[in-house]
């Protein structure tokens, strides 16, 4: 294939799932892709864990390696794609092709959300480009939207729905009436959730991307141990049912927003209003709302992960990485730092709080527990009661407090005789 | 203010309720732009019809003018900014800008959806930036998705609810049972609808923004009049009311699609599916929905009109420029054409469609409605019948029929002694 200034050759690092969608979408758009935008994205070189299995794609002999250092150092490859997957050695791999004046492509969240700043620091210095819309949301356009299309913005807000696994087993929980297990079960079955789910279920992969969106949308470092985390294990049916009898839909929700001067990180599940945005996304979407000052609110919706979708988003980075290559306009939008801005600890945090306790059923018993929020200055907006026998249910979402007042409440509700147990505490978004 | 490259000084032309959000966009975010991006917008001249005219702004001695073309010919303008609105002279300036080697950012719809090829070969020859992101969606980021996010797709179909006003009427409606002309006062009431409304509720608007649309996606010329149009006029309560009992919301939508390489474009009130994603798109929000073959279904829903959102598109554009300013790269995204294809006509469309019809309420009447589908090859997928006395109300769904069929049937209808009249025929979007 002739090179030229609009041909880009590319070295492939790693091909599962996401690289191998990568292959079939470049020989499938290739032709097209070249006839519109005038530039050829040319798989030089693909390094894989071990070149001899056959993974249904052929390839020209000595395309494939096993050594991905040599596809970083091929002269004859102007750009990595970088589908591997985990922080090394993928961080050493990308700051060597960054530092031999390659471009990057990065589908790799926990990279990004620990070592971003690094890295764009070192593409920044060495005037390359870092794309990395692949990182979050799969084929959902997020990273390039909020860098350009949104970039006239004071960003107030980004939240999202991130994870496609835990959204997919609440909606089952939702609508089949499961409990997390089942759901869990169904969700393995599907192809949904992996063997392990801890990363999803616990939140891990929602804080990753979200470090990440905040770090964009605020323009100050925020780390994946900077996102406050809980995951959807202690979420019942129970819950579900009667956070849906108050209005709202359980989700996990990933929220980070900018007030007074401090950004808040946090990913766990929250109650949502039926009619907010995020409500209504079902299954395995993921959904990512940003509200900015002059645009207001925005929402965009799709597949957030998947071999496809994901490869959509690397391919659009490669064919953006080309058109820079052709215009000798390398590095011309990098990660754009303005003020650091510190971070507001959990305890900080003001939210509504939704409660469910078992207590004992006997007369006074609601005065008790009552006198404990008004005594720690937690107003309650609505209650829901229901006796079981000997014991009840009862239901209390509180307007906004802080989280600080709300670890009181609970505190001091634990102590209470007639208390048996505080089934589950969680936040609601947005006001009550 | 110093000029560098890094300095981009705007020429606007317009300064109502768009031009008037960018000046304010400028001043209130305009440093901390400038702290991100290093790059500075720098308000140079700005054109208005009345100079004279107080606009609660206050602009320094020299800024204001009544001579567009004085600005565009201005040495002292980098970019020219063009919120005027309207076919001509827009169309002049922005060519004179190009000519003189102006990178112009625009948010005319109806100019892009006429005059947008010899606008893109004319920046395209002169190696300037033509942006037009604030042209469709207001603030919702559109353009620079479909062509850099989106770019490796082929993209299959583009849908969306392009206009707030229709969609407020519709949503109104369809809540409060109001006829048409009741939801429209109440628009143009809160502002929401011009006094002439006809740019809006006969889908002139939602057409310019679909031609648009379709010639990024398709990247083949779509003229604003090769959209096949109908407005919302005829849409009645009565057949909100038969379409939710059937579970449809009625919306205008504008689609346009790609099959067996010819191009669909149409705008017109549908029956969307209730658990179809732009069936909850409510009020005056726009969404825009794009298929691609590797992304798969993504949907962006924000408010798709009004002085603060556009001027968001608007000065995002101004960056991009900017940001091609600084790295010499002017012209570096343009129109990517690809094989022309030709445009599907309307009768060679298909879709199911729901038929609202008074008879007379006797025995027979309906075997001969039915004979007439079933002699013209159109398949019934559900019915609804209601009697009121001497009349009676039959409400069909038809399976997917070609256009040129269901004419037939309509025609073949309208001459049955039995049938008073055929109040309204709507396609329904999707399978039924």
């Known amino acids: 294939m002739r090179r030229g200034q609009g041909e880009l050759r590319i070295g492939l690092l790693g091909c599962g799932t996401v690289g191998g969608a990568v292959v079939r979408l470049l020989r499938t758009n290739g032709a097209e892709i070249r006839r519109r935008t005038g530039v050829g994205l040319h798989l030089a070189r693909v390094a894989v864990a071990h070149p001899e299995k056959s993974r249904g794609l ?13 596809v970083v150092g091929d002269p004859q490859v102007d750009v990595i794609a970088e589908v591997m997957g985990g922080v090394e050695p993928a961080r050493r791999l990308l700051l060597d092709a960054i530092e031999r004046g ?3 492509v990065t589908a ?20 390359v480009d870092l794309r990395l819309e692949a990182s979050v949301g799969g084929g959902l356009p997020v990273i390039q939207p909020l860098k350009e299309s949104l970039a006239a913005n004071r960003v107030l807000e980004v939240a999202g729905i991130l994870n496609g696994t835990t959204n997919y087993i609440l909606t089952k929980m939702a609508d089949e009436g499961w409990e997390f297990e089942e759901a869990l079960q169904d969700a393995q079955r599907r192809g949904f959730a992996e063997a392990d789910p801890t990363d999803d279920v616990d939140g891990h992969d929602a804080a990753a991307k979200l470090a990440i969106l905040a770090t964009i949308a605020f323009h100050t470092p925020v780390h994946a141990d900077d996102v406050y985390r809980e995951g959807i294990r202690r979420v019942s049916a129970q819950d579900i049912a009667f956070a849906r009898e108050l209005g709202f839909a359980v989700k996990l ?6 007030q007074q001067g401090r950004i808040e990180a946090r990913v766990h599940p929250a109650l949502l ?8 996304i079902r299954n395995e979407l993921n959904a990512v709302f940003v509200r ?6 925005v929402m965009t919706v799709g597949r957030g992960a998947g071999g496809e979708p994901t490869a959509s988003a690397v391919v659009a980075d490669l064919i953006d990485v080309a058109r820079n290559h052709r215009a000798g306009a390398h590095g011309r939008v990098g990660w754009e730092a303005s003020e650091p801005r510190p971070l507001r600890p959990i305890e900080d945090t003001a939210s509504p709080v939704y ?8 007369p006074g018993v609601f005065a008790r527990i009552a006198a404990i929020f008004g005594e ?25 407090a802080l989280e600080s007042q709300m670890r009181r409440v609970l505190a001091r509700l634990e102590g209470l005789d007639v208390l048996h147990t505080v089934r589950n505490a969680i936040r609601v978004a947005g006001e009550v």
């Open 355 to 362: 409660l469910l306790m078992q207590v004992t059923d006997r």
């Open 292 to 297: 900015g000052d002059f645009a207001g609110e």
């Open 273 to 280: 209003p039926l009619d907010h945005p995020l409500a209504s």
């Open 58 to 70: 052929v390839f020209d002999p000595g395309v494939l390696t096993g050594d991905a250092a040599e």
């Open 102 to 104: 390659k471009s990057v």
């Open 253 to 258: 929700l990933a929220l980070a927003r900018e």
């Open 108 to 127: 790799n969240k926990q990279l990004i959300a620990r070592h971003g700043v690094e890295l764009f620091g070192a593409a920044a210095r060495a005037g």
């Open 376 to 400: 720690e200055g937690v107003s309650i907006a609505s209650i829901v009661q229901k006796s079981r026998g000997q014991t009840a249910d009862i239901v209390i979402v509180t307007h906004t």
